[in-house]
């Protein structure tokens, strides 16, 4: 078990660009590695544009392992998994973290199942045990009712998996310079049985809920198909996604894609605005990370004011509007001195 | 075509309660139900068994109770059930718990599709379906949102990821996991009940399976719980409750100085 070593992350590209889950993942590992003399690696699947690999040269991590290859740029479970399951035998990390993402939630239950080690899913919390130096990984259970810490300590690597958005990505550049490593998988690693033939963008509103810094969400309250243009007008002005509850999603208010809570999506956004919305167990499952919660609700006595930062006990209809007319009218006032500022030059 | 969908019974979240001096779950008095996103795997495989005439064997690893879960599928319109049950298989993290799962569909043997549901709402992990896959060594593909068209040898089928739908053509036999949007369930008929209550559910530990003992339950799960707490979910915000039509500018403005504040307008 010793000569495992290191910690992996394994990142995210998108047409040659770096995503986000990338530097959360990066900051989790150096918060990790702590006094602990762990190397860091990068593990990126796919080309990567040259300005993206400037930027990722001095964050402080150790290598990057890059397969560098078109056939990886998107995401195919096979390649992916064998790829990945071979560079674990060959350079034995002890940890290895990934992203709760579509990709993610796929290849590191494959890999750990080939490596029969252990992986946690959507961990919240990730430290060392003291004296054993296992990695303690902590993640809500039962829709998020309780915090399971769960340890892998007889198998490497150890695997967990953590939410988008649940940590900040915002990384302190170093004067080390990440050595990139080209990996060069043996060819029969890279067949499919699976091939992707289109690929079809969701439209504005509700892509990507996850990666939102602002979320705008709204409940069985709105009474309506119509009135829940009051939420997404209101993520609009916000600069933020649209997100909706079961019910909401279920009357056919809102997409799948927006449904927020345990049996849709979860998120952790800076701010977390909603209305109409009660606070279910299940809802409150899929917020609870985030960092500012402000609820509109005419129940004083509803669930989610027990959660919410700011509570705000009154009618949407009434409350709603009035807000949207007055960051509107700010909007405005500040386009007009804009505006007339430059005139005056 | 023959399809196989392991499904999981689970408690009824909304019925959970706390123990709040062990902080472990009171399990007495709760409600049983089929694992919700589990439904949308069985009503998949309905749908694809109404347009090619598939045969459907559900499976599930439990207590003899979970039987109930395979006779509601049944209920709904699945054709056969298997239950994995024995005292070894407890305690199983996913990876132990995919072997089981894994090992059954080996031997039931003649399959083209395995469709899962995307997650338990109990363990919430989403990891049994590529686990499956992973033992079995088949090709797997999660987040199935649509099934395009299902032949026994190729399944052409969509894919929610974060940021838009991808079409995907998968060689069968195959795993996949769907999510909501592939199906929406029905609800059992009155000769389906009749006809699951008929049904004699076959129960399998597991040498009937060929199972190795150093993969099963508490043994064969690399992952285990050491700590468990409840953590206290108030935020101690601040509540405010407009009476006037003033106290609601307040109110506005309130929200307003939060948002900038965030740096948000
Ligand atoms: C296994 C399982 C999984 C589930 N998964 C999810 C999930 O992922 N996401 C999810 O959201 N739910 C989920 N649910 C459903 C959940 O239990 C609740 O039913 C749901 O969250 C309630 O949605 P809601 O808050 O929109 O509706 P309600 O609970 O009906 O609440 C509506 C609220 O609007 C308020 N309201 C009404 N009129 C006004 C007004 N004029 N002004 C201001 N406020 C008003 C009311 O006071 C009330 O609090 C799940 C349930 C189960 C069993």
Redesign the interface.
Request: hydrophobic residues 35%; contains cysteine.
């Given at each position: 078990m010793n000569e495992y070593k290191g910690i992996w992350i394994i990142g995210e590209q998108k047409e040659g660009i770096i995503q986000s889950i990338t530097y959360e993942l990066l900051a989790r590992a150096l918060e990790l590695k702590g006094s602990r003399a762990h190397e860091i690696s990068i593990v990126i699947f796919g080309n990567i544009h040259d300005a993206e690999l400037k930027k990722i040269r001095n964050v402080n991590a150790d290598y990057l392992l890059q397969i560098n290859d078109r056939r990886v740029d998107y995401f195919l479970p096979e390649p992916y998994a064998n790829i990945l399951y071979d560079l674990v035998q060959k350079r034995r990390p002890e940890i290895i973290i990934g992203g709760a993402t579509s990709s993610g939630r796929t290849i590191m239950p494959l890999v750990a199942t080939r490596c029969r080690t252990g992986l946690t899913a959507d961990c919240t919390k990730l430290e060392f045990e003291e004296k054993t130096g296992h990695l303690l990984q902590s993640r809500p259970a039962i829709g998020g009712n309780i915090m399971a810490t769960i340890k892998c300590a007889d198998n490497r690597p150890q695997m967990a998996t953590v939410r988008p958005k649940s940590f900040s990505s915002k990384l302190k550049t170093s004067e080390k310079i990440l050595e990139i490593i080209t990996m060069v998988p043996e060819e029969k690693l890279f067949s499919s049985s699976v091939k992707r033939i289109k690929f079809t963008p969701i439209s504005e509103n509700s892509s990507n809920i996850q990666e939102s810094d602002v979320i705008a969400a709204g409940g069985r309250g709105l009474k309506k198909k119509e009135n829940f243009k009051l939420i997404n007008r209101l993520a609009a002005l916000l600069g933020g996604c649209a997100g909706a509850t079961r019910d909401a999603v279920d009357r056919g208010w809102a997409a799948y894609p927006q449904q927020i809570g345990l049996s849709g999506k979860t998120v952790s956004p800076k701010l977390y605005f909603c209305a109409g919305v009660s606070g279910s167990v299940q809802h409150l499952a899929g917020i609870k990370t985030a960092a500012n919660i402000i609820a509109v609700n005419n129940d004083c006595e509803a669930q989610i004011f027990k959660i919410a930062d700011l509570g705000i006990a009154a009618d949407l209809f009434e409350l709603l509007p009035l807000l949207i007319e007055k960051i509107e009218k700010s909007r405005k006032s500040v386009n007009d001195k804009n505006f007339s500022g430059a005139e005056h030059e | 075509m023959k399809i196989i969908i392991p499904i999981k019974q689970v408690?009824e979240?909304?019925d959970?309660k706390?123990d709040s001096a062990t902080?472990?779950?009171k399990r007495d008095g709760v409600r049983s139900i089929v694992n919700?996103?589990d439904l949308y795997a069985i009503e998949t495989g309905l749908k694809i068994k109404e347009s090619t005439g598939a045969h459907i064997t559900v499976i599930t690893m439990g207590p003899p109770k979970a039987a109930e879960a395979l006779k509601e599928a049944v209920a709904m319109g699945c054709d056969d059930a298997m239950l994995l049950s024995d005292k070894s298989f407890a305690g199983s993290?996913?990876?132990a718990t995919?072997y089981v799962l894994a090992m059954a569909i080996k031997k039931i043997a003649d399959y083209n599709l395995v469709i899962c549901g995307e997650r338990a709402?109990?363990?919430?992990?989403?990891?049994?379906?590529?686990?499956i896959?992973?033992?079995l060594n088949l090709?797997?593909?999660?987040?199935i949102s649509k099934i395009i068209s299902a032949g026994e040898k190729i399944l052409t089928a969509e894919?929610?990821?974060?940021?838009?739908?991808?079409?995907?053509?998968?060689?069968g036999p195959?795993v996949i996991t769907v999510?909501?949007?592939a199906a929406s369930p029905r609800l059992p008929t009155l000769s389906g009940k009749i006809r699951a209550k008929k049904l004699t559910i076959p129960i399998l530990g597991p040498s009937d399976i060929n199972a190795h003992p150093e993969h099963l339950g508490l043994a064969g799960?690399?992952?285990?719980?050491?700590?468990?707490?409840?953590?206290k979910?108030?935020?101690n915000?601040?509540?405010?409750?407009?009476k006037s039509p003033e106290e609601?500018?307040a109110?506005?403005?309130?929200?307003?100085k939060?948002?900038h504040k965030?740096d948000?307008?």
């Open positions: - | 408690p979240t909304g959970v706390m902080g472990t779950m919700p996103l993290d996913t990876c995919s709402t109990d363990g919430d992990t989403g990891q049994v379906g590529p686990g896959s992973a033992w090709p797997v593909c999660t987040y894919r929610l990821v974060e940021d838009g739908y991808e079409t995907l053509e998968i060689k195959c999510v909501k949007e799960s690399p992952t285990k719980v050491v700590k468990i707490e409840t953590p979910i108030t935020r915000g601040e509540l405010i409750i407009p609601m500018e109110a506005a403005d309130k929200i307003i939060y948002f965030l948000i307008i």
